[in-house]
């Protein structure tokens, strides 16, 4: 039986957390967990200084420190979202038991990556259950997932006057 694809997208607050949620649950029971950060390379976050004080949970940036042009990506955004996508492709071959891409439903919107090669690469999944995160997931993503779930925002402080540490990053 070959792993879930679970999409988490739409424009609220929460995909990454819920998609860490689920990586935390699993590392929890000793399962092997991999996380593909596209267009983040910010060391200083939370979850990529917790993945040393959580065992069996990798995570992985391929990134800028700053925040990309979603009208124009430049060449060195969308060659770090392929180095993501092969690294991706080599965690596949070694079957963790979730591999989670965050933002790459974003990355694919803006030009990054072809939602062809991410369903390319979740044909070549296995026994491995498949996160997907971002804003603006394409057509193509959403019919393939198993499960969609869309965040939305009911209520939020518009606007967010400071994006508070340990919640936001």
């Known amino acids: 039986m070959n792993g879930r694809v679970y ?7 929460g995909k990454t957390t819920a998609a860490f949620g689920l ?25 990529h200084k917790g993945k040393n004080l959580i065992p069996h949970l990798e995570v992985h940036q391929f990134g800028r420190k700053q925040f990309i042009n ?17 690294f991706a492709r080599k965690t ?5 038991f979730l591999l989670v891409l965050d933002e ?25 259950h498949v996160v997907l995160t971002g804003r603006y997931a394409p057509p193509e993503l959403i019919n393939y997932a198993d ?12 606007p967010l006057l400071k994006d508070t540490k340990g919640i936001e990053w």
């Open 7 to 13: 999409c988490y997208t739409g424009d609220g607050s």
């Open 23 to 47: 990586a935390l649950r699993a590392a929890g029971h000793g399962k092997r967990v991999v996380v593909v950060q596209f267009m983040k390379g910010r060391p200083e976050v939370g979850e």
């Open 70 to 86: 979603l009208h124009k990506p430049s060449e060195t955004d969308k060659k770090l979202a392929q180095k993501g996508l092969e």
């Open 92 to 96: 596949l071959s070694e079957h963790p």
């Open 104 to 128: 790459i439903n974003l990355a694919a919107a803006v030009g990054l990556i072809s939602p062809r090669q991410i369903i390319s690469l979740l044909k070549k999944r296995g026994r491995t």
């Open 147 to 158: 499960y969609v779930t869309y965040v939305i925002d009911v209520k939020k402080p518009i």
